[in-house]
C-alpha cells in the first residue's frame, strides 16, 4: 500500500510538472524555456525536475503521451464485418480528437515550429507520435486485406495519408483557420467517412454493414 500511494504522488508531481511546463512553453517557446524557469512555475526544485525528466526535450515530448497511439489505444477487434471495421476506424478518429485539447494543441504548437530544425527532437517526436499512429491501424488494415475484408488498397499509403490528415488539419487549426476551429468537432466523423468510403470492397456500398 505503501508502495502504491508513493508511485501515485510521483505521478502527481509529474503531471504537477508537465502542466507548468506546457505554460511556460506555450508562454516562451522552446529555446529561450529554461529548466529554471519550469521549476519556479511547478514550484518544484530543480533537481526533482531532473530526477523525474532527463531533460527539456523530454518534458516537452514527455507532454505528448496523450497522442502515443502504443499507449492509449485498444487493441483492434477481430472483424468479422463490416461494422467491426467502421468502429474501429470511427473510435480511432474520435479517440485522436478527444486527445487535442487545448494544453495539448499549446504542445503541438511549440513542438512542430520544432522539429523541423531540430534533428534530436524530430526523431523523438516521430518516435513517440508519429509511428504508433502509423503501426497500429497498418497492422490491422493488413490482416483485412489479407483476409479479403478489404478492397487490395496499399496499406502502407492509407496510414499514412491518415496521419497526414490529421496532422493537417491540427495545423489549420494552429493557424486560426476560422473554419476549421469552428467546425473542429465535425473533422472526426468526416474524415471516418472518407476512409471507409476507400476500404470498403467493391459492390458493398449500401450494403448493410453486416453484409461483409
Given at each position: 500500500?505503501r508502495?502504491a500511494?508513493r508511485?501515485?504522488?510521483l ?5 504537477h510538472?508537465l ?9 516562451s ?9 519550469i521549476s519556479?512555475a511547478s ?5 526533482t525536475i531532473?530526477n523525474?525528466?532527463?531533460?527539456k526535450e523530454?518534458?516537452l515530448l514527455s507532454?505528448?503521451?496523450p497522442?502515443?497511439?502504443s ?5 483492434p477487434?477481430?472483424?468479422?464485418s463490416?461494422?467491426?471495421v ?5 473510435h480511432?478518429f474520435?479517440?485522436r480528437?478527444e486527445?487535442?485539447t487545448?494544453?495539448?494543441l499549446d504542445v ?16 523523438l517526436?516521430?518516435k ?9 491501424p497498418?497492422?490491422y488494415?493488413?490482416?483485412l486485406v ?10 502502407s499509403i492509407?496510414t499514412?495519408?491518415?496521419?497526414a490528415?490529421v496532422l493537417?488539419?491540427?495545423?489549420l487549426r494552429?493557424?486560426?483557420?476560422p473554419?476549421t476551429t469552428?467546425?473542429?468537432n465535425n473533422?472526426?466523423d468526416q ?5 471507409l468510403?476507400?476500404l470498403?470492397?467493391?459492390g458493398e ?6 453484409a461483409?
Open positions: 500500500m508502495e500511494l508511485e501515485k504522488t505521478l502527481t508531481r509529474r503531471q510538472i502542466d507548468a511546463a506546457i505554460r511556460v512553453f506555450a508562454k517557446g522552446y529555446h529561450r524555456t529554461t529548466i529554471k524557469e519556479a514550484g518544484v526544485s530543480d533537481g531532473y523525474l525528466f532527463e531533460n523530454e518534458l507532454a505528448l503521451d497522442l502515443d497511439e499507449k492509449n489505444s485498444p487493441t477487434p477481430p472483424a468479422t463490416f461494422a467491426d467502421e468502429q474501429f476506424v470511427r480511432s474520435r479517440r480528437w486527445t487535442f487545448p494544453e495539448t503541438l504548437r511549440v513542438v512542430l515550429s520544432e522539429v523541423l530544425t531540430n534533428p534530436e527532437l524530430r526523431d517526436y516521430v513517440r507520435a508519429i509511428l504508433p499512429a502509423i503501426t497500429l497498418e497492422a488494415f493488413k490482416k489479407s483476409a479479403g475484408k478489404l478492397r487490395p488498397i496499399n496499406v492509407t499514412r495519408a491518415m496521419v490528415s493537417g488539419l491540427v495545423t494552429l493557424l486560426g483557420d473554419y469552428k467546425h473542429w473533422f472526426p474524415l471516418a467517412d472518407m476512409l468510403d476507400g470498403i470492397k467493391s456500398q449500401g450494403k448493410p454493414h453486416d461483409v
